[in-house]
T-cell receptor
């Protein structure tokens, strides 16, 4: 069971560079999320998607973009990297229906440093 | 707005001692409550969850949590801590909608 897979695991970016964090899930989940985790701050929701073709902003969307062209994939794009975007990024997914549908499954994280 | 408070940033316990991690939530309706554990360099693993029914829920690795509506709490407990339990623990609250809100985490250190 692959679950939620994120790549890359580690990346160093220079200020102003762009990059895409990839996320794919093989559980046929309709909901997908991107969170960032900063020390002492818990997890903050960046963007989420309720299905292919539908995305919406979370708590901290500035500086990021997402797309959801398929059920499986939910890439997160940083257009002009800034030091404030140094963080650990987690992709997650959830199945909409049923009681178990309220459990969110997380990827292993992507460590991003902007210098 | 929903929110979660984990008042203890760090907790240190001796191996074999009991553990209780505190979680208080704010939510306008019946909440769905979760505890996740994160080991260094790893993602988040679900320990247990509460949706409805019995207010004492059992999870993996010998953990349990009790939902107390009157206190808006969902504290995590373990009767005897093992050194491998050292990690960061996150409480989260959500509903039937999209958003899951996390607390800021409690870092658990286990002394041998």
């Amino acid at each position: 069971n692959a679950g939620v897979t994120q790549t890359p695991k580690f990346r160093i970016l220079k200020i102003g560079q762009s990059m895409t964090l990839q996320c794919t899930q093989d559980m046929n989940h309709n909901y997908m999320y991107w969170y960032r985790q900063d020390p002492g701050m818990g997890l903050k929701l960046i963007y989420y998607s309720v299905g292919a073709g539908i995305t919406d902003k979370g708590e901290v969307p500035n500086g990021y973009n997402v797309s959801r062209s398929t059920t499986e994939d939910f890439p997160l794009r940083l257009e002009l990297a800034a030091p404030s975007q140094t963080s650990v990024y987690f992709c997650a997914s959830r199945l909409l229906t049923g009681l178990s549908g309220n459990t969110i499954y997380f990827g292993e994280g992507s460590w991003l440093t902007v210098v | 707005a929903q929110s979660v408070t984990q008042p203890d940033i760090h907790i240190t316990v001796s191996e074999g001692a009991s553990l209780e991690l505190r979680c208080n939530y704010s939510y306008g309706a019946t909440p769905y409550l979760f505890w996740y554990v994160q080991s260094p360099g790893q993602g988040l693993q679900l320990l247990l969850k509460y949706f409805s029914g019995d207010t004492l829920v059992q999870g993996i690795k010998g953990f349990e949590a009790e939902f107390k509506r009157s206190q808006s709490s969902f504290n995590l407990r373990k009767p005897s801590v093992h050194w491998s339990d050292a990690a960061e623990y996150f409480c989260a609250v959500g509903g039937g909608g999209n958003k899951l809100t996390f607390g800021t985490g409690t870092q658990l250190k286990v002394e041998l």
